[in-house]
């Protein structure tokens, strides 16, 4: 995750420990956040448990290619309450129930409450549109620390998006009822062609529902979504959706409102951040990379910051890779199978230094960045060290010059960016 707030505009969230250490200071509340590990071997990922394949609407991106049907072989309740107490004893610090749609499990209540008062937080990763008044008590009594709720557009482009007339309102709903009891709760919004121009409005929205959490994550190739370039921004739309991004949050802040905005799932958002602040003000830049630099980016997300284990068990490198599994837990417990380096992908994504090639190895971010989203390069060039097709950086923005380029082209490296992002 970026923190566009924390970046670049000198903000603080409740994030703020996990993703750049105890030097970032204290977070929004004034708490002096412990040092977080830095190397890979010593992290516990956050996990998203894809809870249940079943969910109520048919999103035309889902990277689970979910439908409103009962899917046979999920694990039930004690197999979840036993996963539970494998995650707890691994010390991961939070596990995020996702789905399909998480709330059409009859015991999820059960679950998450376990996994609450066995130290771990508790987030939740929803549609909304099941959040009814009784449900906000639930989630709220059950210990949830956030809801993320996901909208794709305004209304009829997330209606159209999500496959289902009234999406829209009833996911509104399920935000006030969650603002109603004081639980924590936020948008999630994919970037795409279909909401891309819709911005501005997106922002105005935001801050006229009093939201105070949006996260924009850009399209990983998965799933219903795997329909690789589809409805994908190309890198001039990244760009402008970026500038748009900085500009509106930079406004929140001038104004004095609390609303953080964080964009997910391109690392290349923290150096274009840098590139445009060091525009601005030299000194408030080097700050920004040195915390990019701790932070990592992608040499700390899949594979090591950020698992998944599915509805059936099987463990995968993120919520996007669910066609690769290290193995499941019914016969095998996590830290067992997240840990083990034999399996020659799970050693890349536990080194990617090691492994990264083209423009991506020889960028001059590299420590900021290290590649990015590994799946987005495994979909487009079958190769998992390939660069992200998604980095909409130029070559001179990022250090690479004819020569570099000849040393790609010789060693086998010189990767083609895909027409349908450049053009």
Known sequence: MIDIGK????????????????????????????????????RRPIVVWST???????????????????????????????LINDLAGFGIPSLLFSGGEPLMRKDIFKLIEYAATNNIR???????????AAAARDIKNAGVVYVGISLDGMEDVNDTFRGMKGAFAKAMKGFQ??????????????????NQEDLGRIFDFIEREGINRACFYHLVYSGRGGNIFADDLTHRESREAMDTILERTGDFFSRG?????????????????????RDKDTAAAEEVHRLLAWNGGGAYSTGVGIANIDFFGYV?????????????????????IWMDERDPLMRGLKHKAEYIRGRCRLCRFRELCMGSMRVRAFRTYNDPWAPDPQCYLSDEEIGI???????????GELYTMPEELTR
């Open 316 to 336: 995968h490198p993120d919520q996007f890779w669910q066609d690769y599994s290290f193995g499941n837990v019914k016969e095998r417990s996590f830290a067992d």
């Open 52 to 82: 249940t394949r079943t969910c109520n609407l048919n999103c035309v991106h889902c990277y689970t290619d979910s439908c409103n049907k009962k899917y046979e072989g999920e694990l039930t309740t004690d197999e979840g309450l036993s």
């Open 7 to 42: 970046l670049y505009c000198g903000g603080m969230s409740t994030g703020d420990s996990l993703r750049y250490g105890a030097e970032a200071g204290p977070d929004c509340h004034g708490n002096r956040p412990h040092e977080s590990v830095r190397l890979a071997s010593e």
């Open 401 to 411: 010059d004819d020569r570099a380029k000849q040393e790609l082209k010789l060693s």
């Open 177 to 194: 009822n969650c603002a109603a009891v004081g639980q924590r709760v936020g948008l999630r919004l994919t970037l795409t062609r279909r």
């Open 257 to 277: 409102l609390d609303i953080n905005i964080l964009t997910v799932d391109n690392h290349a958002d923290g150096v274009y951040l840098y590139l445009k602040l």
């Open 122 to 132: 508790p987030v939740i990763s929803t549609n909304g549109t099941l959040i009814d």
